[in-house]
């Protein structure tokens, strides 16, 4: 079974700072998408940052990057320059090439502190 | 372009009733996914819809359906509801369902609670 595991249930930073955000993930394919949404406390999800496994190149998004261990099938967010709107739930999820199945981790709430 | 809006917002059922939830897709989209999001956890999906068809399915029992409709908004009922029902209900649209990458766009979601 594909599976995807946040082990932070909590994270706090302070403004301007960095920090990272831990995932897992499992799987036998070979071919998939992995994310990071981000839920902030309105409830809308939006897509923070995509990788495709494919790639070796981390993927960037201005403040955002991943660190992206295929091997390891880790996929972790690093926030650079924390700013008080990241703070939010984030959601770490994957999916297989070729199919319509989003597989979420059950997420990180991140506090950015003043 | 109007994104994904979802009505009601919040919506308090009784066990054993039935509610129809509504979605509708952002503007050019004709693939609609519905999530389930207990208090807590991640999004679990559910189903999704295609041009109208059902085109895959969670682990969810029969008591949870949908439609689509031919402007590609959606519905998702739930027959005699349960406790456990309880969660935020997510709707997402994307541009297709070919099985490649298309960002999907989430909507607000509803706040369903079942007493």
């Known amino acids: 079974a594909q599976t995807v595991t946040q082990s932070q249930p909590e994270m706090s930073v302070q403004e301007a700072e960095t920090v990272t955000l831990s995932c897992t993930y499992d799987?036998?394919?070979?071919?998939?998408?992995l994310f990071w949404y981000k839920q902030p406390p309105s409830r809308q999800m939006i897509l923070v940052i995509r990788?495709?496994?494919?790639?070796?190149q981390n993927a960037t998004e201005n403040r955002f990057s991943v660190n992206f261990q295929k091997a390891a099938k880790s996929f972790s967010l690093k926030i650079s320059d924390s700013q008080l709107g990241d703070t939010a739930m984030y959601f770490c999820a994957f999916k297989t090439s070729g199919t319509y199945k989003y597989i979420f981790g059950t997420g990180t709430r991140l506090k950015v502190l003043a | 372009e109007t994104g994904v809006t979802q009505s009601p917002t919040h919506l308090i059922k009784t066990r054993g009733q039935q509610v129809t939830l509504r979605c509708s897709s952002q503007s050019g989209h004709n693939t609609v996914s519905w999530y389930q999001q207990a208090l807590g956890q991640g999004p679990q999906f559910i189903f999704q819809y295609y041009r109208e068809e059902e085109n895959g399915r969670g682990n969810f029992p029969p008591r949870f359906s949908g439609l689509q409709f031919p402007n590609y908004s959606s519905e998702l009922n739930v027959n005699a509801l349960e406790l456990d029902d309880s969660a935020l209900y997510l709707c997402?649209?994307?541009?297709?369902?070919?099985?490649?990458?298309?960002?999907?766009?989430f909507g607000p979601g509803t706040r369903l609670t079942v007493l």
């Open positions: 997402a649209s994307s541009l297709d369902a070919s099985g490649g990458y298309n960002e999907q766009f």
């Open positions: 990788q495709e496994a494919y790639k070796q």
């Open positions: 799987t036998s394919e070979n071919n998939y998408y």
